[in-house]
């Protein structure tokens, strides 16, 4: 079982900065990929950013691509979204996601979610 708890999120203005942070409760982080995904109201949830277990490989959206940094600190059991440049359609609640199956970007790859935390950029 893997517990994620996301932090970092809140207001910022738009082209502002913003870090999130995903904390994961397992003694076997290194095996897994992590993710970001984000759900705006009445959308569909959608995959931001995706790093391997090793850190070695990272994909993006295209709509994050040049903004969006994943990152990850093994000896932390901590995966990062650095966000640049935001813009008020970043506004959603940002869901860390853990998986053993690869990483890309459908939701159904991954096994397991964390809470979410809100992230609302103003313009």
């Known amino acids: 079982q893997v517990q994620l708890v996301e932090s970092g999120g809140g207001l910022v203005q738009a082209g502002g900065p913003l870090r999130l942070s995903c904390a994961a409760s397992?003694?076997?982080?290194?095996?897994?990929?992590m993710g970001w995904f984000r759900q705006a109201p009445g959308k569909e949830r959608e995959f931001v950013a995706a790093?391997?277990?090793?850190?070695?490989?990272?994909i993006q959206a295209d709509s994050v691509k040049g903004r969006f940094t994943i990152s990850r600190d093994n000896a932390k059991n901590t995966v990062y979204l650095q966000m640049n440049s935001l813009k008020p359609e970043d506004t959603a609640v940002y869901y860390c996601a853990a998986g053993s199956r690869g990483i890309g970007a459908r939701v159904s790859l991954w096994d397991y979610w964390g809470q979410g935390t809100q992230v609302t950029v103003s313009s």
């Open positions: 397992v003694r076997t982080f290194s095996k897994y990929a």
């Open positions: 790093i391997s277990w090793s850190g070695d490989s990272t």
